[in-house]
């Protein structure tokens, strides 16, 4: 892998390794609603240290990138996990930080689109079993079939919060320790 360039932005900013999706709390809400849930869930922008976050569950969902630097020739890449962590706060209060991945050809930070339905039924998902409704493993979330998940171009790895079945706790430690260095 190549070295690793300054990810710092023209004006001395670093860009932020992950997003949360607050538009999308309504449609979250709609599906909460057909279990009648109450008191209702509100969206928290607390991030991933707040110390007072109750629950945390790891799970991923889908999406797109495209490279943001105009000199590779990778136009972009699909990717079925993209590294979210869905935690409860006080209040019912909740968030869901989304982690960002790496262009594999030079290492840029990929500009992100998800599957805002795969986000929505995953988060919606898990707030229901925080509320005590007894829920079915869906089919769709289990492993689906596509190329290995390149966890050296995953941000939710270098968070300690990707849920990448290809290893162990061990695992994670060494590429988290690997990534460390080569910066």
Known sequence: ????????KPNGTLPKLSKTFSNLHNRVSAQLAKENIQP?????YSGTDDPSIRK????????RFTCNNKTC?????????ISIVIQELPGNRYNAVVFKQRCKRCDTLG????DEECYVERVSYRLKKWSGIKMEEHEHFEQK????????FCEGV???TCESVY??????EAVVQKKKTTI
């Not at 209702?40 to 928290?44: A, G, I, L, V």
């Not at 500009?111 to 998800?114: G, N, T, Y």
């Open 1 to 8: 892998m190549a070295k690793k360039k300054s990810s710092a």
């Open 40 to 44: 209702s869930w509100k969206f928290s």
């Open 56 to 63: 945390r569950y790891t799970t991923h969902i889908m999406g």
């Open 73 to 81: 020739p990778n136009p972009g890449w699909g990717s079925k996990k």
């Open 111 to 114: 500009v992100m689109a998800i």
């Open 145 to 152: 079939r596509g190329l290995p998940h390149k966890t050296d």
């Open 158 to 160: 270098m968070a300690r």
């Open 167 to 172: 290893g162990g706790k061990e695992w994670l």
